[in-house]
């Protein structure tokens, strides 16, 4: 019950619901299929169509009778290409392949060491595990003897001649020191370990390693990296520097190379080093000069690359975002891009087996790609910011970018429903909260630089005018008849009139606890409060405000909301509420709002829209989740969606959405197509009770492959490879 003493109905489409205990559920959204254990519906007749053209689909399986709806949709995060998932408890850092034996060595920062044979093509098994002390983050190996890097925990020795139990040899820790990547030449390992620099240790006899020394203990090392003769570290803020190892346990240093930050990862590999970075991408070196090592090219994607593997003359690139790129090394000086592809998780990362690729993704366990089913581009459009895109407003022509660090972009529609065209940029304010367009003026804010007004009455050259900066710390503003209502981190709402944007002046305000989102529906405000739940406020006299109402928030949706977006439409108030999920509030009774649903989707929920009957849930690791609210007002589960990227903002289209995707920039996303299952898109109902049906899709227009989500009511059944589009 409320604190109005009306019951609360809540709908589950999560992963747990272990967040919010005390409430009962009426269904869970499960996880995908393919990550969670065998197919129980297949397609009799795997599709290849072309564009435009008509399709039917026959599925068979022990719970077709159960279905309620599907959704068809373009597949973006290349869930078609993946061949086997293996949950594991813990956090997976790294993935290493035993290509004689078929067994792949992860390290868990938090379980340790797990086994995992990978001999079958479409099935992964764990077969031994052990836990040592400390966190692991890499693992090497030589013979039957793996070495690992366990943070705190130092230098573990497992011994692996029986993997199915794997036995503890030995460790060696130094008191206050972290190791975080290995490298071994001959009878040497060296260990990285931030801050307290490279630590060399003598493995001459497994069973005791001995510390030999330290290098580069003031200036700090990240990466590190051994070739045939020569050691390469990432040292200090910008340096890789070369090392000869002629005596491997006292390296003499013999070259430098500075580069734009630090690299973790890197690898060397026939008189090249090929260099990760997070700031300017992968930088490739020749290193065949120890005393001169040369930058000879640089693949600059835009965004930071932060895993490598080389095998058979190609680069494979990856980061945490799940961006993934293939590169022909035939010729170093001048990489070919062969593929470049999405994946809907994030990556820690990975290691190559034949046409497989074997993937670290931290708590989403060990996957495996088939590479030859990766596309050679994305099958997604996204225009690249220098910095992660918060939000997108729109008016006839233009699009206003507003992102976290880097400022104002303004962007040039594109008729023919393309990506924009960057026009102009006007720099600041950094920690960029919200923002709203009222004429021919833009007005941002920011939790540390207070309100700028923007003139943009000249779109290729906007120009700041005005800022009010006494509050600074400002999270959230709405616009209504000349006045601006923010929501100030000093614990008021503001009213600010910009009858003169040159001049903005504060009229007016109201204390509020903690206040982080704002609404606006006719002359009132809603704002709501982690701590103290939903206000409503009667801005008729903009210089004297007034609470009409509040409904709190009862335990422990206090200790669990977060107000990331507040959205009103009609008689309902979403909220975008974190680790709570998306919290309804019924506003019929503006003197009496309460809590009507909570609805939990997979993740952390960071932002909400709704259009018409659409309701749109966006959450922190790349998921949308498309709800709809019947005439009867009952929400009914539609569709999850790959977004492949962070979603802070979102504008519905008719065939797509717009989405403001933090660090992917501005992404054009196809929508999926709907189909219920009560209804006519089933071509021959009686087929049901012999566990088969026969659907009718709409006519797929992009290339590409297309995924068929299954539901049961709000729950995820299956998910089948359906269809590919050619226009060959």
């Known amino acids: 019950m409320t604190g109005n003493g009306k019951a609360i109905a809540f709908i589950s489409l999560g992963l747990t619901a272990a967040t919010l205990g005390f409430l009962s559920f009426s269904g ?124 705190q925990g130092g230098l573990q020795v497992i011994d692996i001649s029986n993997p199915a139990a794997p036995a503890h040899v030995a460790e060696l820790t130094i008191p206050d020191v972290s190791f975080l990547k290995i490298a071994l030449h001959k009878n040497t390992l060296y260990a990285s370990t931030g801050w307290k620099g490279l630590q060399l240790v003598d493995i001459t006899s497994p069973s005791a390693p001995r510390h030999l020394g330290t290098l580069h203990q003031n200036d700090g090392v990240w990466g590190v990296s051994v070739g045939a003769t020569d050691l390469y570290l990432s040292a200090g803020k910008d340096t890789i520097e070369v090392l000869n190892l002629s005596d491997p346990e006292r390296p003499i240093p013999t070259g430098q190379l500075t580069i734009p930050g630090r690299c973790w990862e890197m690898r060397a590999a026939g008189g090249y080093l090929y260099l990760p970075t997070r700031k300017a991408g992968l930088i490739i070196a020749d290193v ?85 089913a990766l596309p050679e581009k994305p099958l997604v459009a996204s225009l690249r910011l220098s910095s992660d895109l918060k939000q997108v407003i729109e008016d006839s022509e233009y699009f206003y970018l507003a992102t976290k660090e880097h400022g104002l972009f303004i962007a040039r529609k594109d008729d023919r429903g393309a ?110 409060s982690s701590k103290s739940g939903l206000h409503v406020i009667d801005i008729s006299t903009p210089s004297a405000p007034v609470e009409i109402s509040r409904c709190p928030l009862p335990w422990p949706l206090q200790e669990l909301a977060r107000s990331h977006r507040l959205v009103v439409s009609g008689e309902t108030a979403y909220l975008a509420a974190g680790e709570a999920k998306l919290i309804l509030f019924n506003i019929a009774d503006e003197n009496n709002p309460v809590i009507e649903n909570i609805i939990e989707v997979d993740d952390e929920v960071i932002s909400v829209s709704v259009k018409e009957e659409n309701i749109y849930a966006t959450s ?89 989500d299954l539901y049961s009511g709000n729950q995820l059944q299956e998910f089948v490879g359906a269809v590919k589009i050619t226009d060959n």
Request: hydrophobic share 40%; charged share 20%; no cysteine.
């Open 288 to 372: 065949s000069d120890r005393r001169n090592p040369l930058e000879i090219a640089r693949i600059d994607q835009g965004v930071d690359v932060e895993t490598i593997s080389i095998r058979g003359g190609k680069a494979y690139l990856t980061n945490r975002r799940g961006e993934f790129y293939i590169y022909d090394l035939s010729n170093p000086a001048e990489p070919k891009q062969l593929k470049r592809a999405d994946l809907p998780f994030n990556v820690r990362n990975i290691d190559i087996a034949k046409n497989s690729i074997y993937v670290a993704a931290g708590v989403e366990g060990l996957i495996k790609l088939d590479l030859t």
């Open 620 to 708: 922190r690791l790349g998921k949308l989740t498309w709800l709809q609210r019947e005439k009867n007002g009952v929400i009914k589960y539609r569709a999850r969606i790959d977004t492949l990227g962070t979603t802070h903002d979102l504008i519905d289209r008719q065939d797509f959405f717009l989405l403001a995707n933090g660090v992917k920039g501005l992404t054009l996303l196809p929508k999926p197509h709907l189909i219920n299952l009560a209804d006519g898109s089933i071509v021959d109902k009686r087929s049901r009770i012999s566990s088969q049906i026969t659907l009718q899709i709409p006519p797929l227009k992009q290339v590409g492959t297309y995924n068929l």
């Open 28 to 151: 869970i959204l499960t996880p995908h299929p393919t990550l969670s254990g065998d197919r129980r519906i297949n397609l009799t007749n795997p599709v290849i169509a072309s564009p435009g053209e008509k399709i039917q689909l026959t599925l068979n399986g022990n719970t077709i009778a159960d279905l309620t709806s599907a959704a068809i949709s373009v597949d973006i995060g290349n869930r078609d290409a993946i061949s086997a998932v293996l949950k594991l408890p813990g956090n997976l850092q790294a993935v290493l392949i035993d290509h004689e034996r078929s067994l792949a060595y992860l390290a868990n920062s938090f379980t340790g060491l797990q086994i995992i044979d990978i001999s079958e093509p479409n099935r992964l098994n764990l077969i031994g595990a052990i836990e040592v002390r400390g966190r692991v983050w890499d693992i090497v190996r030589r013979g039957t003897t793996l070495y690992l890097a366990a943070a």
């Open 419 to 528: 990506l924009p065209t960057i026009i102009s940029s006007l720099p600041g304010p950094n920690r960029f909260r919200a923002m709203v367009k009222s004429g021919d003026y833009l007005y941002l804010i920011s939790s540390i630089e207070g309100l700028t007004v923007v003139d943009i009455s000249d779109r290729k050259h906007p120009v700041n005018v005005s800022s009010l900066n006494d509050p600074k710390d400002l999270q959230d503003l709405t616009f209504r008849d000349q006045h601006l209502y923010i929501a100030s981190g000093t614990g008021k709402l503001l009213a600010v009139n910009i009858a003169d944007p040159v001049d903005p002046v504060i009229v007016g305000h109201l204390k509020v606890p903690e206040p982080w989102r704002i609404a606006l529906a006719g002359n009132r405000v809603y704002v709501s």
